[in-house]
């Protein structure tokens, strides 16, 4: 079965601080794989988008890498600021073509100032 | 990015009754959408895809007779509840993809929260 798992469920930090959210798949054989942000009660904003070519993309303060033989991808958020706290999702297309996603849970992260 | 648009943002509605939740491509075509449920504190999960002049696709566990995709243009896609109960109350969202943009990004709609009474 083809699931995606994100780890840490949730995430307190100070102000300032890097970190790195990770996320994992069980199907290396991927197509893409996107990285939303979800900010309570509303709905996804899409941060970034890896093909599976690709090893990493960035915006901004913003980076997420993918290493498809592990399974394995991350987000790198630099000098976290409050307005960063939010659920951030990962999620995996693994079928080419007008497919859909297949969400993690998130992870919920919290940036304290 | 392309843009999708849900409406109504949130209802409310007594046990019983339909509700009607519409997802716009406001500019492109979209000739399949994706609708997604997530319950608080879970992610989204998929619940059926949506084809333009054809029967919609359901994923397995979502009763089709209870949620009623309608994708009768390319650029708006319906989701009926019908008969609602408490245990319908969920967020919904769709998505859709716009593919001149050859990018294979998916993007969503703001949701519609449902709660019913």
């Known amino acids: 079965k083809q699931e995606v798992t994100q780890i840490p469920a949730a995430l307190s930090v100070p102000e300032g601080e890097n970190l790195v959210l990770n996320c994992s798949f069980t199907d290396s054989a991927i197509y893409n794989l996107q990285w939303f942000r979800q900010d309570p009660g509303k709905g996804l904003t899409s941060l970034l988008l890896?093909?599976?070519?690709?090893r990493e993309q960035t915006s901004g303060r913003l980076n997420a890498s993918l290493d498809k033989s592990s399974g394995r991808s991350t987000l790198y958020i630099a000098a976290s600021q409050p307005g960063d706290s939010a659920t951030y999702l990962c999620a995996v297309q693994w079928n080419s073509g007008n497919t859909p996603l297949v969400f993690g849970k998130g992870t919920r992260l919290s940036v304290i100032a | 990015g392309a843009v999708v648009s849900q409406h109504p943002s949130w209802v409310i509605c007594k046990s019983g009754t339909s509700v009607k939740i519409e997802c716009r491509s406001l500019d492109f075509q979209a000739t399949t959408m994706f609708w997604y449920r997530q319950f608080p504190k879970q992610s989204l999960m998929l619940m059926a895809t949506?084809?333009?002049?054809?029967?919609?696709?359901?994923e397995q566990g979502v009763e089709k007779d209870k949620f009623l995709i309608n994708h009768a243009s390319l650029t708006l896609s319906t989701l009926t509840v019908t008969s609602a109960h408490p245990e319908d109350s969920s967020f919904y969202i769709c998505?859709?993809?716009?593919?001149?943009?050859?990018?294979?990004?998916?993007?969503f709609g703001e949701g519609s929260r449902l709660t019913v009474l």
């Open positions: 998505s859709a993809r716009d593919l001149r943009l050859n990018t294979g990004e998916l993007f």
């Open positions: 890896i093909q599976s070519s690709q």
């Open positions: 949506s084809n333009e002049g054809s029967k919609a696709t359901y």
